[in-house]
């Protein structure tokens, strides 16, 4: 049994941890939004167990967890994804047409090798649809931030 102290410290480091997360994280989202020309969301980690990634698009928030499917860093570039279709077509299909091509240029320009995204834990459709262009690969697209 852990005392009120070790409690504390412990939420206390999970907490700084989390800013400096949250951080890390919402600059780069800065930076996605900038490249993209979208506003800018709002980015929250979540260290919940049962948080998965999800995008609110009233309120322009990606809220992306370590406890996620393909890990933080490829939670983060799906719901961005999600972002930039909400920003540039409103409410289209969840994981549609606008989507996959959305994510793929995300990801070729965010990754420096666009197969380092676990395509196969993403959306089917949306996997079936990055095999076809990494088959094409290399992308002329690529460009590292
Ligand atoms: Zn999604």
């Known amino acids: 049994m852990k005392t ?11 907490q700084k941890q989390g800013d400096t997360l949250q951080a890390k ?14 506003r800018r969301p709002v980015v929250k980690v979540s260290y919940r167990k049962d948080a998965h990634a999800k995008y609110f ?5 990606l809220r992306i967890s370590e406890n996620n499917w393909g890990g933080i860093e490829d939670a983060f570039h799906h719901e961005i994804a999600h972002h930039i279709v909400r920003e540039r077509f409103g409410r289209a299909k969840s994981h549609g047409k606008e989507f996959k091509r959305i994510i793929w240029d995300v990801v070729c320009k965010c990754y420096s090798d666009p197969r380092q995204y676990k395509w196969n834990y993403d959306y089917k459709a949306v996997g079936k ?4 262009k990494i088959s094409k690969l290399p992308c002329k697209a690529l460009m590292v931030i």
Do not use: C, H, M, P
């Open 4 to 14: 009120i102290s070790q409690l504390y410290d412990q939420f206390y480091a999970k």
């Open 25 to 38: 994280w919402q600059a780069k989202a800065n930076t996605v939004a900038e490249i993209f020309n979208v």
């Open 129 to 132: 649809y990055a095999e076809k």
């Open 57 to 61: 698009g009233g309120t322009r928030t």
